[in-house]
């Protein structure tokens, strides 16, 4: 039995809605064929944009898309992607499978998908391979309302008034693909980048400088000690990869074992973000600057005979465990993560959504991101608990992972996830602060730990009501089913 404890009345800050923010690249198929299909193109879509996956995505509230990498970021130049379609020039994607870019999709098509979305734009600018120029002037062509050079071309392009240009990212991990910088190097880059980042025509932006990857505590501590105070945001790059870099393991054919270690390296999440932010808290105790962990998911192995650069993945209620867990602990650190982004929306690693032609399905991930969206711009509450172990040979992990909130309505919503394929959880939670009477929830589970969305199956997996949970003198009485991610909601 786990005991739990509500703290209806202890609010522990707002719960960011775009911590539930997505990434799309231009890899694979997930730009081309995901989001884009050309407005010729057979497949119902709005402007070149396929209708299925912006409703789909739509449903989901999208609160904000990351776009155009990512290490292809680092080598984009954005004027080749305005303009007549028949003059854009063709370019190399050299990361991703080298294939050539016709760049179709640009600064325009990217806005007309945010505005279909209803998601704010977050574009991420070229520090590797750029220039301070490069990025003022598109920043310029995007946001000035003014009888400048830039926006005229923007006007003669076909778009009058400027859009909203929120977020902007300098570079994109410039310890690697971005450049392969020293700290010092980059945090004096991000100072010259930033100066020139402008606010233009009322338009203001959240700068955000090129964070971590991993465990890596010496560039937070160089970036916080010599450019915090010009940053609004850092970023945290952190993947779960089963198994090597060289062997990451398959998406769908893998045991207990690898289950257990998938989700024990999710769990490394939580260490992550609270190690980063103690270094924070340091340089910025009031907790200004934002960790805004713009790449995060499972990365397996391609699916076989796919292209190895493409990084096509299926998506199995693993993911889902995976998806719960990040989102959990994202929420239960809201003070200093304000942002997250999945990698990425669609046919991409942790996808939400996969395309085949005209056919779409959506993923186990889809479905907890619709699941928890609940919990978007809500007042995270306090939720004292200690886990029972869920044990595999002889290592242990918690077996569940919560959070919970209050919503604008008053409603309570709690988010959990049993991580043990074998045992259901017994929950007891006394609710203080409060008195509620009502619950009803819903859950996502299989009897397999692999189940999947087919073209062939696309509901195999897919959210039920829920009815274990129950309230008895404001005493929520729950049984998790093994391997579930359920979301419960009190009133
Ligand atoms: O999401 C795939 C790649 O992973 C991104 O382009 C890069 O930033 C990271 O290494």
Known sequence: MIKMILNADVKKGRINKNIYGHFAEHLGRCIYEGFWVGKDS??????????????????????????????????????????PYESRPKTINTHWGGVVENNHFGTHEYFRLCELLGADAYI?????????????????????????????????????????????????????????????????????????VRNFS???????????????????????????????????????????????????????????VTLKKTLMMDELITKHSTIMDR???????????????????????????????????????????????????????????????????QAMILTEGEKMIVTPTYHVFDMYKVHQDAQLLSLEFTSSLYSYGDEGIPQVSASASEDDHGKIHISLCNLDPNTVADIRCELRGTRRTRVSGTIL????????????????????????????????????PSKSVVVLTLE
């Open 124 to 196: 991420t600018g070229n520090v590797g391979s750029g220039t301070v120029r490069e990025l003022r002037e598109w920043i310029e062509y995007i946001t000035f309302d003014g009888d400048s050079s830039l926006a005229n071309l923007r006007r003669a392009n076909g778009r009058e008034k400027p859009w909203k240009l929120p977020y902007v990212g300098i570079g994109n991990e410039n310890w690697g693909c971005g450049g392969n910088m020293r700290p010092e190097y980059y945090a004096d880059l991000f100072r010259q980048y930033a100066t020139y």
């Open 42 to 83: 057979p497949i119902p879509n709005t402007d070149g944009i396929r209708d299925d996956v912006v409703e789909a995505l739509r449903k989901v509230k999208v609160p904000v898309l990351r776009w155009p990498g990512g290490c292809f970021a680092d080598e984009y130049h954005w004027r080749d992607g305005i303009g």
């Open 283 to 349: 340089y910025d105790p009031e907790k200004r600057v934002g960790l805004i962990v713009d790449e995060w998911g499972t990365w397996y192995d391609v699916e076989p005979g796919t292209n190895p650069g493409f990084l096509y993945q299926q998506n199995t209620l693993r993911d889902a465990l995976v998806a719960g867990i990040n989102l959990n602990i994202f929420n239960n650190h809201c003070d200093r993560v304000h942002m997250a982004n999945l990698a990425q929306t669609v046919n991409v690693l």
């Open 445 to 480: 589970t299989s009897s397999e730990m692999n189940a999947h969305n087919t073209f062939d199956e696309p509901n195999a997996v897919k959210p039920v009501a829920f009815s274990d949970a129950a309230l008895v003198d404001n005493v929520l009485e729950v049984k998790l």
């Open 202 to 260: 009322g338009n203001r932006i959240y700068k955000i400088a090129c964070g971590p990857s991993d465990a890596n505590y010496h560039w937070t501590e160089v970036l916080m000690r010599e450019a915090g105070r010009y940053m609004d945001g850092l970023s945290l790059h952190y993947y779960t990869v089963p198994g090597t870099w060289q062997k990451k393991g398959s998406a769908t054919q893998f045991d207990e074992r690898e289950w257990f």
